[in-house]
């Protein structure tokens, strides 16, 4: 009973299209075709002959393919008659997107679920939930149109996420800053499949390279922290815990109707298991970031190089205040820089290149610091906005992060120039951040995670 | 002796405007054309006749008109000589933008301005400064081309940045933000004018609403804490001290040749002023947001409303955080509430519209708030993709927010068609976040300023 057919179906039938185009299954309906979905569609709503086309069917029973998933948007009361129905049509993997079960006192409805998935052991996602998007396939069950919600390039983050809003909201931003996404999977209520099985899924997903993960409550926690102990050996798991405050966890019971339990009981399971912890969704996907595309560093001691003074100084600020290590130049690296770099250039950590420094000048220093055992890991600010910084400054940090000697992070701040600079470094292989601190912090879990585990390499 | 003229001379005078456009005379030059500054435009170099048609003279001596701001971007050692010029010729305020002084260990350089400013009892912000931007006059001596470095629209923030590259780069972000700014002063070295003589100067400014500092060093810390006292009780003045920790403050000595000194002292002094002190630069902008746009509170309790779950619950983590607080609901708008609501939602902090709220649930909940005596301020999450927020949620907000009765601060995350909508929220004074912990961080500056300070209101 694998996980498999709710990412990489060839065939699906959607349950529940109306033919209001507001209407979720509609939506959804309007998603696998728009969205690119080469499977076969089948439509199931027993009040239509035709929608958009596409012959209607009464019941999946009536359908005379086979179907590898399918996808449950009718009202929750009839929610059991479908499952069943899908159960007799030999259906494995079912994704229910209707609400109106345990997350509203509903526990009765709900046991009934549980009990048609024991009789066909079934697989189910939801109910009360967005479902599953996969960037390859392009499985789609959001019931969120695509022009309101944009859906993400083809990436390795995969992104496990217990509330829908907070899931697919973030994974639209994420998408609009150019983040490309392996899976999204927003799993509601969590019937069946739960956040451990889906974690275990992605630890042996291929696209899928670092997983992140929003929870308010864990279904299984001994499941939990094997899986997680199991999967963040080979790659990293972040996650953050939603309900962390009495006023928090007290706010998760009527939201998928789970009790979120002890903050630190939960800090505690992440640490044992390997899990990553962050603060905000912010955190998290500065995180995803760096580990997605960074290459194992040998150590923690980072060189900052900063064409402005005193966006070195908020670097090292930050590097200190979360334990960062400042690395110290060579004897041979600073008699080479001193040769060749301006007298009122101090050699030191960070090394302010003053606002005049061109290109030419950075690839000296990226050229140095390569060759440095000293260093580990290149912190370099580039501000693109002084007239002497040509364009050639992303050709030569692109060269340097080829060599796949150590890992190189961006830090740009400013508007649509500095934009455009950034994202060819990032679509290049580089992770950037606007502010220092970001990618101090970045950097410091970067360097934890490979510390820690046995991983050899997270990119290939 | 006023620092007027920095902001809005009528005639200007750029010295070393050289026929190369990349060199810095010129950018300078370009930007007062290209800008939009109305007043008039006098170019000195003594190796040109003309300069794209203005005439080039050789002195501001050689000009024979009266000049009320002359630009400095001469080499080093000749800036001694052409101050002494203007001296003569009675321009009382000049920036310096040449760099080569202090900051590079040339004190004896840096005596001799200080010397001719004595004598002629000039006003000079730099040198190794990028000057001032003005969004309203368009003075505008930043050495960064246009194309590279957007200009941010008239706005009510000014920002006082001892880096230039900070400044420039984090006012290029923030307009690609579509922030808003007054006045941008980058001072550099501070041979003459200092951060206090800034911030007393924009106490009294009109178009300044929010005061936003970085800072490695104070010149004067007395003058400094008498200055920012008075200021912080006319308008809020957020801060940020680079060079907190060692390093970092090691670091400050070769960037603006000041020696930061103890973070704790500059935490006292900022405490004791009224400083509002911002941990990095998002915090700043963030924190200038809320001040600008919102109107007083009359507390602290704050009401949450969102129609993604998680989202509250986030918010919630952050109030208890950050010891916000959690407005009750009165037995009133209790009842009110649950007559007009649908069962499944609980009326709670957070209120939880669940995923299908429409805009006119929002608007009975809004108008339910605003008349509770028992909410001071409300929190607004509205995440825009599910199908059935209409946009006409947008003027909602705007004509609950015009009634000037509470402050409203609205969180929105998303791509594109998000971003459409927030902008016109922010454009009409609504402040948004995109994550429910900025807004709280946010929040809570808001309510600590209005309590500690006599302001009415910062906003008209």
Known sequence: ????????????????????????????????????????????????????????????????????????????????????????????????????????????????????????????????????????????SLFLPRFRMSRPKEGVISFVCQSGAVGSSIVDLATAEGYGFAKFISYGNAVDVDESDLIDYLGDDENTKVICLYIEAVKDGRKFLEVCKKVSKKKPIIAIKGGVTEAGAKATLSHTGSLAGSAEIYFGVFKQSGIIRAENLEDMFNFAKILEKCIPPKGGRVQVMTNGGGYGILAVDAMAKNGVELAKLSNETKKELRKNLPKIINIENPLDLVGDATSARYKLCIDACM??????????????????????????????????????????????????????????????YTYPEDAVRAIQQLVKYYKKSRVVSVTK
């Open 371 to 432: 060759k440095d055992e000293n260093i580990d890991i290149l912190l370099i600010i580039v501000l693109v906005q002084t007239p002497l910084i040509a364009t050639d400054i992303v050709d030569i940090l692109i060269e340097a992060n080829d060599l796949k000697k150590k890992p190189i992070v961006v830090v740009s701040a400013g508007g649509e120039y500095t934009e455009v600079m950034r994202r060819n470094l990032e679509e290049n292989g580089i992770p950037t």
């Open 1 to 140: 009973m694998s996980l498999d057919n709710f990412f990489n179906a060839q065939s699906v039938a959607i349950i529940g299209v109306s033919r209001d185009p507001n209407k979720v299954g509609h939506v959804i309906f309007r998603n696998f075709i728009d969205g690119g979905y080469r499977g076969k569609i089948f439509v199931v709503n027993p009040n239509a002959e035709n929608i958009l086309n596409y012959r209607s069917y009464a019941s999946v029973l009536d359908i005379p393919e086979k179907i590898e998933l399918a996808i449950v948007a009718v009202p929750a009361e009839i929610v059991p008659k479908v499952l069943e129905e899908c159960g007799r049509k030999k259906i494995q993997n079912i994704i229910i997107i209707s609400a109106g079960f345990k997350e509203v006192g509903n526990y009765k409805l709900e046991k009934k679920l549980e009990n048609v998935i024991k009789r066909y052991k079934l697989r189910v996602i939801g109910p009360n939930a967005l479902g599953v998007f996969d960037a390859y396939s392009r499985i789609d």
